[in-house]
């Protein structure tokens, strides 16, 4: 007998492995999916810093201040990070701009007379976009890679705000009573709709009901094809779901479950003191594509708290983070996603 | 962005080493429960960081580092910490050698041995490394290997007085010290 043979010996005969290969590879592949999605607002963020707002224009790349100066409301756009800045803070009714003339929602109630509502019509759907960067944004920097899509010709900032309105009519009216915030800047409007520098609008609401608090994050986003369920659902189809509504808009779900996220911007953390960076709690996911060229992202991270005071021996890593009741479930957050009036073609 | 095709590649990679990954990780922590969450820490990390892996020159050395450094964290938790309780059996004159080759008691003796010491026997003669290659999974210069392989056949000669096992280590205690 050697010290080689010995240890061969020692470890000879393992019982059968508990480790599931696929499981753990579905479960990357989720974690990583969601991680460079959640990030998109940090590297926006970042990419907006560096190449400045100059750049940034909804139709024919003009300038926020231009919006501005043509009397329509100004664009906003994804600032590097919460900078206190001036707007309208705290506004209840998620109205960015102090709601100048008109209300956004007399506005958007219905501009196109029910084009929303069939976006199938082919009168509704503008022409596709060739360059696929809406406004010619800088998508040749960095940053997530979005899909191609038509061009939208809406004002931006009217459009941020016929979101804004719309988003938090949906929210007071699936989650009656729950307190929104604006999760990156609190000095905001709870629903403030910003442009990053791909075109994407994006807004960061936290939802707060008594003790619960979640997360709820949307993206709109023009894309050019809709994906495969085998696709849309990447390496793990389990737990996803793959619906093709009849009038041709797709709505993929994924299932919600105990998914580790850690928040690489740390915001979460930071406008939710008491509970940890690493956000380990229950996730929803959902994406709606309209047949008009709308590409809608909703998800929503539900807080943990995590216990670091008398943990008993023998407790699992996983099992000192105590996931807080959810404001909204993921059925709800599919009727957000698909609030008519968030639209890029209205 | 890990793709189809590298996931592939991934799991042709991980399924032809994982049970020799389970033995060592079993060596080093004595559990094969435990043995088996450090392989998935592992994995995971591998997995996230595979399209660089696969660039290396020497990607299971990189999959020995992460399993070493899992084990060496997971020590660390306050309620994990390691308690030794399978100590070979107490009998005058050391281990009976009939019992050397015992799994439990080979694995006794390795959890006598602080853990860099156990991770140097167990990379150097469970996983075969050379002195460079063992130096390079914990981060060391090849001296330091050669002193801690050596005091960690020394403890292990210390409980093995006297027996054939003893002259093996002690033949392998004095290589070391040459190469």
């Given at each position: 007998v050697d010290l080689n043979e010995a240890l061969r010996e020692a470890a000879a005969e393992p019982p059968p492995t508990s480790i599931d290969l696929d499981a753990l590879i579905r479960q990357e592949s989720r974690r990583e999916r969601r991680q460079r999605w959640l990030s998109g607002t940090g590297i926006a963020a970042g990419v907006a810093a560096t190449v400045g707002v100059a750049a940034i224009g909804f139709s024919g790349g003009a300038l926020p201040g231009r919006f501005a100066a043509g009397g329509a409301p100004p664009c906003p756009v994804v600032s590097p990070a919460p900078s206190g800045a001036s707007g309208s803070p705290g506004s209840a009714s998620g109205n960015p701009s102090g709601g100048a003339s008109g209300s956004p929602g007399s506005a958007s109630g219905n501009p196109s007379g029910g084009a929303s509502g069939n976006p199938s019509s082919a009168s509704g759907k503008p022409s596709g976009g060739a360059s696929g960067s809406p406004g010619g944004g800088p998508q040749a920097t960095t940053g997530p890679v979005r899909p191609r899509g038509p061009v939208p010709t809406e004002s931006c900032g009217i459009a941020a705000r016929r979101f804004n309105q719309a988003l938090t009519d949906t929210l007071h009216r699936v989650a009656p009573g729950a307190t929104?915030?604006?999760?990156?800047?609190?000095?905001?409007?709870?629903?403030?709709?910003e442009r990053d520098p791909n075109?994407?609008?994006?807004?960061?609401?936290?939802?707060?009901?008594?003790?619960?608090?979640?997360?709820v994050y949307i993206e709109i986003t023009p894309y050019a094809n809709a994906p495969t369920r085998q696709k849309a659902c990447g390496d793990f189809l389990e737990g996803c779901t793959h619906e093709v509504q009849s009038d041709g808009t797709m709505v993929?779900?994924?299932?919600?479950?105990?998914q580790k996220i850690r928040m690489p911007d740390g915001t979460f953390a930071q406008s939710l003191p008491g509970i940890d960076l690493i956000v380990d709690g229950p996730f929803g996911y959902v994406e709606v594509?309209?047949?008009?060229?709308?590409?809608?992202?909703?998800?929503?991270?539900?807080?943990?708290?995590?216990?670091?005071?008398n943990v008993p021996d023998n407790v699992d890593d996983d099992e000192l983070n105590i996931p807080e009741p959810a404001v909204i479930n993921a059925d709800q957050l599919k009727v957000l996603a698909q609030t008519p009036q968030l639209t890029l073609f209205p | 962005v890990v793709h189809s095709t590298d996931t592939e590649a991934y799991r042709e990679f991980v399924s032809a080493r994982m049970e020799q990954w389970r033995r060592?990780?079993?060596?080093?922590?004595?559990?094969?429960?435990?043995?088996?969450?450090?392989?998935?820490?592992?994995?995971?990390?591998?997995?996230?960081?595979?399209?660089?892996?696969?660039?290396?020159?020497?990607?299971?050395?990189?999959?020995?580092?992460?399993?070493?450094?899992?084990?060496?964290d997971e020590r660390r938790r306050p309620w994990r910490r390691e308690h030794v309780n399978a100590r070979p059996p107490d009998r005058?004159?050391?281990?009976?050698?009939?019992?050397?080759?015992?799994?439990?008691?080979?694995?006794?003796?390795?959890?006598?041995?602080?853990p860099r010491r156990r991770a140097v026997l167990v990379l150097r003669y469970f996983c075969d490394l050379s002195v460079e290659d063992t130096a390079d999974v914990l981060d060391c210069s090849t001296g330091t290997v050669k002193s801690q392989t050596a005091r960690a056949l020394e403890s292990l000669r210390a409980r093995l007085v006297g027996i054939s096992v003893a002259n093996d280590v002690n033949h392998i205690v004095e290589e070391d010290l040459w190469t």
């Open positions: 929104l915030t604006n999760t990156r800047n609190v000095r905001l409007a709870p629903v403030w709709f075109g994407a609008f994006i807004a960061d609401v936290t939802m707060r009901h008594g003790n619960r608090v979640n997360r993929v779900k994924m299932a919600t479950g105990k594509y309209r047949p008009d060229g709308t590409l809608v992202v909703a998800s929503i991270v539900q807080s943990v708290r995590r216990m670091t005071e | 060592t990780a079993y060596l080093l922590c004595g559990s094969w429960h435990t043995a088996d969450d450090l392989v998935s820490t592992a994995l995971m990390k591998l997995y996230r960081h595979w399209r660089r892996v696969v660039a290396m020159q020497n990607p299971e050395g990189y999959v020995h580092r992460i399993l070493l450094r899992a084990w060496l005058a004159g050391g281990v009976d050698p009939s019992s050397v080759a015992d799994k439990l008691a080979m694995l006794g003796l390795l959890a006598e041995l602080p």
